[in-house]
């Protein structure tokens, strides 16, 4: 079946930075899109990031424009998300993402706090 398993999270002092890492297993990894997700504690889930099938196309919210960069390693099943710059509203629990046809996939999630 489809796993999703979410590393590297942390506390961090703003400024700092973190790589998030994602690795896939029980499908057919480079066939598909890629996505990060966040949810702070109180708000709704927001798409951050996601990376095309081949890594040639990326896309991010506003938020995190020009700090933070997805990328993929299709031969070892992996999605990152270099976070630079954090600030204390990054903080959230980080989630790796995938739908496949009609089916939506979760991780179990990462935490991120930025703080000092």
């Known amino acids: 079946q489809v796993q999703l398993v979410e590393s590297g999270g942390g506390l961090v002092q703003p400024g700092g930075s973190l790589r998030l890492s994602c690795v896939a297993s029980?499908?057919?990894?480079?066939?598909?899109?890629m996505s990060w997700y966040r949810q702070a504690p109180g708000k709704e889930r927001e798409l951050v990031a996601t990376?095309?099938?081949?890594?040639?196309?990326?896309n991010y919210v506003d938020s995190v424009k020009g700090r933070f960069t997805i990328s993929r390693d299709n031969a070892r099943n992996t999605v990152f998300l270099q976070m630079n710059s954090l600030k204390p509203e990054d903080t959230a629990v980080y989630y790796c993402?995938?739908?496949?046809?009609?089916?939506?996939?979760w991780g179990q999630g990462t935490q991120v706090t930025v703080s000092s």
């Open positions: 993402y995938v739908r496949r046809w009609s089916n939506r996939y």
């Open positions: 990376v095309s099938s081949a890594g040639s196309s990326t």
């Open positions: 029980g499908f057919t990894f480079s066939d598909y899109a």
